[in-house]
């Protein structure tokens, strides 16, 4: 999969921009607060349905301005033709998504047929960070695999806010009939399940090739362990991503919420269930938050991103375009060639990359490069 060409009106600083891509590296490079991130921004849109600096729609728009749009053209690994995609937001707040010209229902069904791994200096704190970040990380990327986990994630997040609702109704001393705390409890039971035999499976999958990673990255002098740490966990977990879908044992998840109402309305949300879900991470048996050294956590973090790319490929039979929005400039020379080593060597891979420096890609050193230069807003071709 890559990018042929992305254009933007009036996205954030790019009044009216242009890019074509090459099938290689390509590299946007130019000051800091010129564009290059919008740019990535625009086409990982299409990815995920949203910003990944967690910006609300309406800050697309330039001010101003009534609207913002990004168009994008990409082709699939084997095809002969590029898939069109398109999105404008209004200031009204009507958004319009639209596939080779015919209008999308929503955000959902635009995603899954563009496929994306984004690498920010924000991922450098996968390790270091809360659940939420690990979580957040395992949601983006099996999103991208599965329609099916997007579904139920939607339905989760609808039955945990009425749940969580009538805690806080219960908690301010009205009457909330026991019933009522049972539907909600069977829907977060039923769905999460689902969500946690996807994410189960696919923590199995980057524990396998995060090691290899990490092991080349550190020559083999340590293995981290990956693990899926969930309420709803049971055995024999179903893998809904290479197999038959199919959900896990629902009853784990509800004993816990039918067992332990009272502390929940005490502390007024809901206490188990996948929302409160995280990836056990360990080096020689030692948890890696506090006992690993800030290099280790890097490293870590580095691995897990190129395993998302490479998970991405497997399962979906094609790789997804990498891009890497400024993370250079955070990671030191022996990270940064190990990135490029290992990307570099997948020549059917298109990397998108943004740095203030054109020469973090050295031209000529993993074929032809493709330099862009973004400038306040606009974008040139050129060294």
Known sequence: MRVSSVSFANWRNLTSASCVMSPGINVLWGMN???????????????RGRSFRGSKEKEFIKFGEDFASVSMSFRKDGYSEDTDLSATIQKTGKKILARNGATLAS???????????????????????????????????????????????????????????LIKM????????????????????????????????????????????????????????????SHAVSENMPQPLTKEPAKGDTGVLYEKLSANLERE?????????????????????HEAKPFASQGQQRSLALSMKL?????????????????????????????????????????NRQIIITSCDPNVVPDGSFGNVNFLHVHAGEVDCGH
Not at 200 to 219: I, K
Not at 267 to 285: V, Y
Not at 318 to 342: A, H, Q
Request: with cysteine.
């Open 33 to 47: 607060a010129q564009g290059k991130s919008n740019i990535l921004e625009g086409i990982y849109f299409f990815a």
């Open 107 to 165: 955000s959902s069904e635009m995603m899954g047929n563009f496929r994306a791994v984004l690498f920010a200096p924000s991922n450098l704190s996968l390790v270091a960070g809360g659940p939420l970040e690990r979580r957040t990380f395992l949601d983006i990327a099996i999103s991208q695999l599965s329609p099916l986990y997007l579904r139920y994630l939607k339905k989760y997040s609808v039955a945990l806010a009425e749940r969580n609702a």
């Open 170 to 229: 219960a908690q301010d001393g009205k009457q909330v009939a026991a019933e009522q705390f049972d539907v909600f409890s069977m829907a977060l039971s039923e769905y999460g399940a689902w969500i946690c035999s996807f994410r189960n499976e696919y923590v199995s999958m980057l524990n396998s090739a995060v090691n290899g990673y990490f092991s080349e990255m550190t020559d083999g002098r340590e293995v981290p362990v990956l693990k899926y740490a």
């Open 265 to 285: 309305i005490a502390a007024g949300s809901t206490l188990w269930g996948i929302h409160k879900d995280d990836i056990s991470i360990s080096f020689n048996g």
């Open 307 to 347: 395993a998302e790319a490479d998970i991405s490929a497997k399962i979906g039979s094609e790789n997804p375009v990498i891009l890497l929005d400024d993370v250079f400039s955070e990671l030191d020379i022996n990270r940064r060639k190990f990135i490029l080593d290992t990307l570099g060597e997948k020549s």
